[in-house]
């Protein structure tokens, strides 16, 4: 029901909702950050001259060469199309039609990557992948495939009632799930150096609301499946860490929006493109959103949660992703 904290190198979630397992090596990043974000800047420019589309990914040989001269453990590549490899287990031929419809939309907003997806329903055992059973739920896990291979694997259980009921939680949880491989896209140090739980789970949330809204005509889902969990008293650092009680991630999901009520969600991405870790993160939160993170949680505790909705956040299809 709850986060909990597990074996290194697993980043996930469970519960009607979500947990997470998660590394917590440090890792040390280093001021080449800004040199990467000036490349990726000026390459960002140089193919916006030749390119009508907007939205196009950084080419891949371009941004290998930041990653290079920084010399930084490699971020996720994004690729232009939804590439990922499937490995469904006897799943729904109704689930799979959604599936599909779903990281369609997702891989042109959010980009393709090259992780693997394992789904299966909640009636047979979880599968067996690179000689490990499993565990259920739906989560993303950073660990290792075949041959040691680092591989992001994306991991869904298609719960039956939801799928029997259509309820809107069996397409929202992919957008979840699918933010979380963004992270890893824009942030490295999510896999290693970077765990406040409110900024992660929040931001994951508060995006799969916004596409249940901008994408699948459900208006209601952070009202009624996210805020009315909220608890204003827990607001604050106890939402730091992943050890705590945070329903359908309610109380991470307020906080996110109050953060974002001024700026739209699109403040929260330039926070996410900043790279922020254990170390500097504060910082970062201070210069994009105006307001130290003490002031913040002490803001927040004010405020109540039927106050907070998605509608200052902007449309997914305006951001800048
Ligand atoms: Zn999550």
Redesign the pocket.
């Known amino acids: 029901m709850f986060p909990w904290d597990k074996s290194a190198g697993e980043y996930s979630?469970a519960n009607g909702f979500?947990v997470?397992l998660e590394k917590r090596k440090m890792i040390t990043m280093s001021m080449a950050c800004c040199l990467k974000y000036l490349l990726i800047t000026v390459s960002w420019w140089i193919l916006s001259l030749s390119s009508t589309q907007a939205a196009q990914p950084l080419p891949l040989h371009d941004k290998a060469q930041a990653e290079d001269s920084e010399g930084l453990s490699s971020p996720l590549k994004k690729y232009d199309n939804y590439c990922a490899k499937e490995h469904f287990y006897e799943v729904p031929k109704a689930w799979e039609i959604q599936f599909h419809r779903v990281v369609s939309n997702l891989s042109q907003l959010l980009g393709g990557y090259d992780i693997d997806i394992v789904a299966w329903p909640s009636w047979r055992e979880p599968p067996v992948v690179n000689g490990k059973r499993l565990e259920g739920g739906q989560?993303?896990s950073g660990g290792h495939g075949g041959g040691g291979k680092r591989r992001v694997m994306l991991v869904l259980e298609i719960v039956q009632d939801e799928l029997i009921q259509e309820h809107p939680h069996m397409r929202s949880v992919i957008a979840?799930?699918y933010f979380?491989v963004y992270q890893r896209h824009v942030n490295p140090s999510i896999e290693e150096a970077f765990s406040v739980k409110w900024l992660?789970?929040g931001s994951?949330?508060v995006f799969e609301s916004m596409y249940l809204r901008d994408f699948e005509q459900v208006d209601d889902y952070a009202e009624t499946a996210q805020l009315r969990h909220a608890v204003p008293d827990d607001f604050g650092a106890r939402m730091e860490s992943y050890g705590n009680r945070d329903v359908n991630?309610g109380t991470s999901t307020a906080m996110v929006l109050l953060a974002c009520r001024e700026g739209g969600f699109q403040r929260m991405l330039d926070f996410w493109k900043r790279q922020p870790n254990n170390t500097n993160w504060k910082q970062l939160f201070e210069e994009l959103f105006h307001v130290s993170v003490e002031q913040f949680y002490r803001k927040g505790q004010h405020v109540s949660p039927k106050t907070l909705d998605l509608s200052r956040m902007g449309s997914l299809h305006q951001m800048r992703f």
Do not use: S, T
Request: proline letters at 0%.
């Open positions: 979630r979500h997470i989560y993303v979840h799930e979380h992660i789970e994951a949330a991630y």
